[in-house]
């Protein structure tokens, strides 16, 4: 029987396949023990829901708690998020053997909803009907309040969060910070991935979550730590691969824990001695893979925007891509449409601001344009 393939893509796959994050895991920890809500945010593929789900796993087996995931990225609007985060109390507390559980039923009585049977599979589903929803801020108490009675802290992460702000016509951002003031028993996680959008939602003083909760940034994992991790598993497989080529991969993916994860499961699937011809070739694999949806971008985006992104992605990072050195170095328009250009890439967080410098966010993405 073939090795289990130790660097997972999807998500927490248990302890064994979890590197570090100790210190996070730890603050995490801490915030919960002393009844802090806490705001963790990260750029995209840095492994934050895999903390998360790990952190709340941790809090189950220890039985210091109970936990909910919840995870609004497919939501548009406040009535979404609602049905989101009953479904997920309903996985988690509202099954039983013989379907729902009594105080479930009531309540998805307050909450408007209908229990049915799925016709293919003869499970219990839940129904919703927009003519009899009340309105999210009693569905929410409604929803607090069965969290509360459970004799054991609720500790709920809501990941995605920050599609609260995209709500349009909605007080999304004021709704949510009211029901987190209301149920001082229930702990909250809000996680999210647009950098920018979650920061500004905790810092600025006219929004409504203003230093309403501890905020945590997750960055790179520490390199150090990560090399064993990776070595560990190979040489547990039987598998060779030097310290010069997992330095490479980590230069390569500038620490984006998703990259890191990629290039090793490759290698360690198809390699058993790994060295710079094999990583190579892993390396030219994946960029050709996302060949043709990387290429898409030319014919979504304006020309100025294209060539913008381009010329950012050839440089690696960017102090100052509104100067004349860089302008003309690549050929590119006037400073006043490469910044228009720039604003719309960074709304969509296609280029994002690390520190002082400009990047592109995804690095596979950003390795992809350097060969062009």
């Known amino acids: 029987m073939k090795n289990t393939n130790p660097f997972n893509l999807s998500g927490f796959a248990g302890k064994a396949y979890f590197c570090d994050r100790e210190d996070e895991l730890a603050l995490l920890r801490e915030n919960v023990d002393n009844g802090r809500n806490t705001v963790l945010f990260s750029w ?3 492994g934050k829901t895999s903390l998360v789900r790990y952190f709340l796993s941790a809090l189950e ?11 609004l990225l497919a939501t548009r609007n406040t009535e979404e998020a609602i049905k989101a985060i009953t479904q997920a109390t309903y996985e988690r507390f509202g099954k039983t053997q ?16 209908e229990v049915g049977f799925d016709p293919v599979t003869g499970l219990p589903s839940l129904g919703f009907s927009l003519q009899h929803a009340p309105e999210p801020e009693s569905s929410l108490q409604a929803i607090g309040e069965f969290l509360s009675e459970k004799k054991k802290p609720v500790v709920i992460a809501i990941d995605e969060f920050q599609q609260i702000s995209h709500y349009l016509h909605q007080k999304g951002e004021a709704v949510f910070r009211s029901w987190m003031q209301g149920f001082p028993k229930v702990r909250f996680i809000f996680s999210g991935s647009h950098r920018g959008v979650m920061t500004s939602m905790l810092t ?7 230093r309403s909760a501890e905020l945590m940034s997750l960055t790179a994992i520490d390199q150090g730590k990560y090399l064993i991790f990776i070595k560990n598993h190979f040489l547990k497989a039987e598998k060779k691969i030097t310290d010069e080529v997992v330095h490479s991969v980590f230069e390569w993916s500038l620490g984006q824990t998703y990259a890191v994860q990629l290039i090793c499961n490759k290698l360690f699937g198809r390699f058993d001695n790994i060295g710079k011809v094999e990583l190579h070739a892993v390396l030219n694999e994946i960029l050709d893979q996302e060949s043709s949806f990387f290429s898409q971008y030319a014919n979504l985006l304006s020309k100025t925007q294209w060539n913008v992104l381009l010329a950012i992605a050839k440089e690696g990072k960017v102090q100052n891509p509104l100067s004349s050195d860089f302008i003309n170095s690549h050929h590119l328009k006037a400073a006043s449409s490469v910044s228009t250009a720039l604003g ?3 709304d969509k967080e296609i280029v994002v601001k690390d520190e002082k410098d400009y990047r592109v966010h995804d690095i596979i993405f950003m390795r992809w344009m350097k060969r062009l």
């Open 44 to 46: 995209r593929r840095m």
């Open 61 to 71: 087996k220890d039985k210091q708690a109970e936990t909910l995931y919840v995870d």
């Open 98 to 113: 013989k379907g729902f559980s009594q105080s479930f039923r009531r309540l998805i009585g307050r909450l408007g909803a």
């Open 204 to 210: 600025s003083e006219n929004r409504p979550f203003y």
């Open 344 to 346: 719309m890439l960074r």
